[in-house]
């Protein structure tokens, strides 16, 4: 995924344009290349998370290893409201904590990329 997607970076007009100033390959693909290709990874992984949350309940009751997963699955056993309510607020608030910083860590190289700073302001590419 991380090649497939650094192959793609460096085809936009961008990267053309930095060859076009004289700045070698390997700090073309160290400096703009990889971190903007990193986005695609950043983002599928952050999404992947939730899916570990996920398979947590699942792998934790399978193998009784004790975590949170096991604890909430004898939650509802026990029918304890209280503890399951709590666990399911820790895992929602951890999954969008989670989302948020990938959504923002976008946000952040996006502008970078367009060529503004992070509030907006139109700025050159940083070299």
Do not use: C
């Not at 004898?74 to 895992?91: E, G, H, M, V, Y």
């Not at 969008?96 to 996006?110: C, D, P, Q, T």
Request: hydrophobic share 50%.
């Amino acid at each position: 995924m991380t090649r497939t997607s650094v192959i793609d970076v460096l085809r936009r007009d961008y990267i053309r344009a930095t060859r076009a100033r004289g700045v070698g390959e390997v700090a073309l693909i160290l400096r703009h290349g990889l971190p903007n290709a990193l986005l695609v990874v950043l983002t599928v992984v952050g999404l992947q998370i939730g899916n570990l949350l996920g398979g947590a309940f699942i792998v934790e009751t399978i193998f009784s290893w004790h975590g949170i997963g096991e604890l909430a699955v004898n939650a509802i056993k026990w029918r304890d409201f209280t503890l399951t309510q709590a666990i399911i607020l820790i895992s929602a608030l951890s999954y969008l904590l989670i989302n948020l910083a990938v959504r923002a860590s976008e946000r952040s190289r996006g502008d970078l990329r367009e060529g503004r700073s992070a509030a907006g302001a139109p700025g050159a590419l940083s070299a």
